[in-house]
């Protein structure tokens, strides 16, 4: 059992080891100057249109987030009377 074992390692290794890495494309120095840029834009809203709706859905969940607990902050200071 443990010379399976150690057959299935080294089949492991052979074939992550022998893998042939893909080069990349450096992309930092082009997103250094998109976002360097002296537009008069946020920063937080210089990556495009998904930057603008992942912010505009942020806002839009921490708004209805705040109004749910003021209602349940009023609720539960002002209990209902029963009759």
């Keep these: ?14 074939q992550i080891s022998s893998t042939v890495r893909r080069q990349l494309v450096n992309k930092v120095p082009d997103k250094q100057k998109l976002f360097q840029e002296a537009n008069g834009m946020p920063v937080h809203l210089k990556g495009g249109v998904g930057d603008a709706l992942l912010y505009r859905a942020t806002m839009g969940l921490t708004v209805l987030g705040t ?3 003021i209602y349940e ?7 209902q009377k029963k009759d």
């Design 67 to 69: 109004g749910f607990v």
């Design 1 to 14: 059992m443990f010379r399976h074992f150690l057959t299935l390692q080294q089949v492991s290794r052979r």
């Design 73 to 79: 902050l009023v609720k539960a200071a002002l209990p």
